[in-house]
C-alpha cells in the first residue's frame, strides 16, 4: 500500500492523537487541512506556535492562561472568600460558561486514584490546604465529578479542611434541568429523592 | 462569562473548523495540547508549518503530495493503462488501503452538483479526457460514492468517454462484507439481487 508522504503521515499520526479524533478522522482533517492552506492550516500552526510559547498554569489556582496569576485570580470583581476545586481546567471552563459562581478556582488536575497511584500530593490538595490557611477563605465549594473517584476525593478533601473550620459545601445532586424520569439512572433518582425540598 | 485568553480562543476557534471536532471537543482538544506541550503541541505546530509548505497537488492525478508529480504517478511498477477516478484524495486513500487496485488515479475534487453549481470545468473532468486521450489508457474505473450526485457524475464521465472507445467500468454494488441483510437499505438489497452470480 502506498501510504502518503513522510511529512504528511507525520501530520496525521499527531492529529490523531488528539481526543476525539481517531485515525480516520485525523486523516480527513489533515486532508481538510491541506486543502484550506490559507485559511486553516498556516493560521492554525501559527495558533499553535504562539500558544506553545504563552500558555503556563496559573501559580494560584492552576487554570491555564498567558500570565503568571490567571486573569480569575486576578480580577478585582471576583469574591476572594469563596474557593470552587474542580477537577480540572474544561471544568473551570463548564462552571465559567454557567456564569453564575463569583468566586476563585483551585485546579486539582485530577482525581485520587489507587488504581492509577494519583495521591493528594499529585493533586495540587496540599496547596489548597495552604491557600485556606494564608489567605481570607470562607468557603470552599467541591465541585468534583459524580464519580466514584471524584466523591472519594472530594471526601479526602474535606477531611483536610475539616480542622481549619471553613464551610466546606459541594454542588447539589439531583435531576437534571430538562431531565426526565424516565431516561434518569436509578442513583440519581435516588440522590434526588433523599434531597427533596419543600415546593 | 470569563474565557480562556485570546491567544487560546484563537485557537479553540480554528481547532473547532476541523471536520469531526465541535466547539466543546475543540476545547478538550486545546486543554491536552497545553497539558502535552512537549510531546504533542510543539511538534504538531512543527508538522503542521513543514506540510504547509511542503505538500502539493499532483498534477497529473490530483493526488495530495510533497512532489510534483505524486508516487502513484511516478511508480514504475503501476500499469499504466487502467486509470481510477475517484472523488477526492480521501477516496484514492481508501483505495490504497484496500491495496488491490495497481493502476494510477485520477481524483476530480468533488461530484457534478446544481445545487451547489459544480459543473464539469470545476472537477478536472477535462484533464480526465485529456489523460486519456494522451496516454495509452485501456480502462477507467469510476469509483466515485454510491450517492446520487456520485452516480449522476460517473454516468456524465461515461459520457464524454464514450467516443474514445476505451472501457469505462464502475464498482461493483451488492451486499458488503460481512453485511447482514437484516440491516441493509432496500436500494443494496435491489442492486445485489440485480447483479447476482452464478455460484
Keep these: 500500500m502506498t501510504r502518503a508522504p513522510r511529512d504528511i503521515e507525520d501530520l496525521i499520526d499527531l492529529m490523531a492523537r488528539l481526543p476525539g479524533l481517531g485515525p480516520r ?8 487541512l491541506i486543502k484550506k492552506r490559507g485559511q486553516l492550516l498556516i493560521p492554525l500552526a501559527d495558533a499553535m ?9 496559573c501559580i494560584t489556582c492552576g487554570n491555564v ?3 503568571e496569576i490567571c486573569e480569575i485570580c486576578t480580577a478585582e470583581k471576583r469574591a476572594i472568600g469563596e474557593i470552587c476545586v474542580v477537577e480540572d481546567v474544561a471544568d473551570l471552563w463548564a462552571m465559567e460558561r454557567a456564569a453564575v459562581f463569583k468566586g476563585r478556582y483551585h485546579v ?5 486514584s489507587a488504581l492509577d497511584a494519583v495521591g493528594p500530593d499529585e ?5 489548597l490546604v495552604a491557600r485556606v490557611q494564608e489567605e481570607e477563605v ?5 465541585a468534583l465529578n459524580a464519580t466514584v473517584d471524584g466523591q472519594t476525593t472530594a471526601h479526602y478533601i474535606a477531611e483536610q479542611l475539616e480542622p481549619l473550620g471553613i464551610a466546606v459545601t459541594s454542588l447539589a445532586q439531583g435531576v437534571p434541568i430538562g431531565g426526565e424520569l424516565d431516561y434518569l ?3 440519581t433518582i435516588t440522590a434526588a429523592l ?4 419543600a415546593m
Design 25 to 32: 478522522s485525523a486523516r480527513r482533517a489533515v486532508l481538510q
Design 185 to 187: 439512572d436509578d442513583g
Design 123 to 127: 493533586l495540587r490538595i496540599p496547596h
Design 138 to 142: 470562607s468557603e470552599v465549594i467541591l
Design 49 to 57: 506556535q504562539s500558544v506553545a510559547v504563552s500558555a503556563r498554569e
Design 194 to 197: 433523599r434531597a427533596r425540598k
Design 65 to 67: 492562561g498567558t500570565t
Design 108 to 112: 486539582l488536575g485530577g482525581t485520587l
